[in-house]
């Protein structure tokens, strides 16, 4: 079953923080990757961060723009990934999606590569 199911979004003032949550299927969890993305109006969807699932060590990766802001994290007994979002810009605003099952050896950041996605939840950084 495939299954990814985003929550936590909402409206923050900048340099607030919100943590997002993806609950995965089982299945969908041992995909490998599950990454998040960001889409904001006018925009091309823009890979924030993705984690190893299955592995010991759960390497991460972050794009540039949020580096040193954002956290990714796992707990495989809920199957569920997380992103910790600090200091908030108002150019973080976008939607935010969770995807998985990534063509092997495409970019982690290539969103034409991945199969699976969830239904999105809006983030929104008011200056």
């Known amino acids: 079953q495939v299954q990814l199911v985003e929550s936590g979004g909402g409206s923050v003032q900048a340099g607030g923080s919100l943590r997002l949550s993806c609950a995965a299927s089982?299945?969908?969890?041992?995909?490998?990757?599950i990454t998040w993305f960001r889409q904001a109006p006018g925009k091309e969807r823009e890979g924030v961060a993705t984690?190893?699932?299955?592995?010991?060590?759960?390497?991460?990766y972050y794009a540039d723009s949020v580096k040193g802001r954002f956290s990714i994290s796992r707990d495989n007994a809920k199957n569920t990934v997380y992103l910790q979002m600090n200091s908030l810009k108002p150019e973080d605003t976008a939607m935010y999606y969770c995807?998985?099952?990534?063509?092997?050896?495409?970019?982690?950041?290539?969103?034409?590569?991945?199969?699976?996605w969830g239904q999105g939840t809006q983030v929104t950084v008011s200056s």
């Open positions: 995807a998985a099952d990534k063509k092997f050896g495409a970019r982690w950041d290539n969103a034409a590569t991945y199969n699976y």
């Open positions: 984690i190893i699932t299955v592995t010991t060590g759960g390497s991460t």
């Open positions: 089982v299945y969908t969890y041992s995909r490998n990757y």
